[in-house]
């Protein structure tokens, strides 16, 4: 019996132990590019945050409306009182309505604030999204990069190996020197040393890219090889990419909006000397009585309907709160608003223009160093070839070999810094 109940006990607990490593399975997100971009602006905090300044300005454009709808209340009430001997009681119901139909324009100001604060809320989402995109893109290609590097490094690694398990055969029949033993031993330590440095980077630009797209911890995130076809190198004219980018993005449109709001101040300063005009309305029942009889000992009782109805104007003759202090200040700050539009068009243009130009530059660097690693790699191919005829020694590869990996890494990094600037492009020119 005891042997049985051991195996019982031991074959619940590998149930157990089942059951928590399923509880603690992570699950796989493999995406592409755009849609890492989807998810990150569905998810991002930043993203976040500014939709919410859009739900209160939103709530701020409804409390504005309002504004506009007359006011109505009611009122109900019923009082006691004594004198001497004599008791009193009264009670009165009533309704009450009043609208301004004009007051100087104060109304229609702030719900034209509050109309253009809400479209700058809603531009500033698409700044959010686009600066989100631009951190996404880059965190998703380095990851990229650091994959394929590591995909190369592996490589190399296996043919340091193979170096090294030749290098050992014949450094036993003497064929080789021991210190060119010795290079091929450390030139394998470097080989792994480099690939594992290389499995920490994509590591850490992993932890990255899942941080910017708000990934749960218990999910492990994959992305889609990017590869480049012969229309990705054709570029537009930077007349096309300009005139697209002043179209689209939302820099320029909340500079604009900016401007806007500041001439709704000058205008809201100068109502203050316009007259206001109200209406009003109203009704009220009252009754009750003063502890009165009449000759047949009946309760004397008081009651009545009230009811009103007028207009109130309001004529501003002399103003001492600052006024004129508040319309000079106002038309400071559309000037401000004015230069600051010119300023930022100005810098939004050169911008444009350098993310153009480093585009472009980025190109031909590619496209030189894509030629220049073909022939490296040919060449290290040849030495490789010689070396097994005999005919090179190991220090002349491990040269030609390091030459070649150098002019790699560099095709490489200007691969990426091209699609980069690529997408840059293509986010300037995209509305979000």
Sequence with gaps: ???????????FLCICLCFCLCGYAQDTLRLSLDSCLSYAYRHNGA??????????????????????????SSSAGE????????????????????????????????????TLTLQQSRLRTQQSCRSVGEQVGNAYLTLLMALEKLQYQLLQLE???????????????????????????????????????????????????????????NVVLDIMPLDLNPYDTILPPISAVMRSALESQPDIKVVRIDVEIARVGVRAARSVYLPSLSLSAGGSFYGGNQGLVDDFGRVITQSGLNSNIGFSLSIPILNYSGA?????????????????????????RQAVTKTYLA??????????SKELEKAYRANYEVYRKRYDEGKVGIVELLRQQDSYLDVLNECLQNKYTYILNMKLLELIQNEL
Excluded at 54 to 68: C, D, G, I, M
Excluded at 90 to 102: I, M, P, R
């Design 359 to 368: 585009t472009r530059q980025s190109l031909n660097n590619y496209l030189s």
């Design 159 to 217: 043919n340091c190996r193979q170096l090294q398990a030749e290098g050992l055969l014949r450094y036993k029949v003497g064929k080789i020197l021991e210190s060119d033993y010795l290079l091929l031993q450390t030139n394998l330590l470097r080989a792994k040393s480099e690939a594992d440095n290389l499995r920490l980077t994509v590591e850490e630009c992993r932890l990255t890219l899942q941080s910017l797209l708000n990934l749960p911890e």
């Design 47 to 72: 993203v976040r945050i500014a939709q919410l300044a859009v739900e209160s300005a939103e709530v701020s454009l409804h409390s504005a409306r309002w504004q506009f709808l007359p006011k109505i």
């Design 324 to 348: 004129g202090e508040r319309l000079k200040q106002s038309k400071i700050n559309l000037r401000q608003a004015e230069i600051e539009q010119e300023r930022q068009t100005n810098e939004f």
């Design 79 to 114: 009082y006691w009182s004594k004198n001497g001997d004599q008791y009193s009681s009264d009670y009165n119901v009533g309704a009450y309505a009043s609208v301004t139909l004009f007051d100087g324009m104060n109304r229609w100001n702030n719900y034209r604030q509050s």
């Design 1 to 11: 019996m005891a042997p049985h109940r051991h195996n019982t006990r031991l074959g």
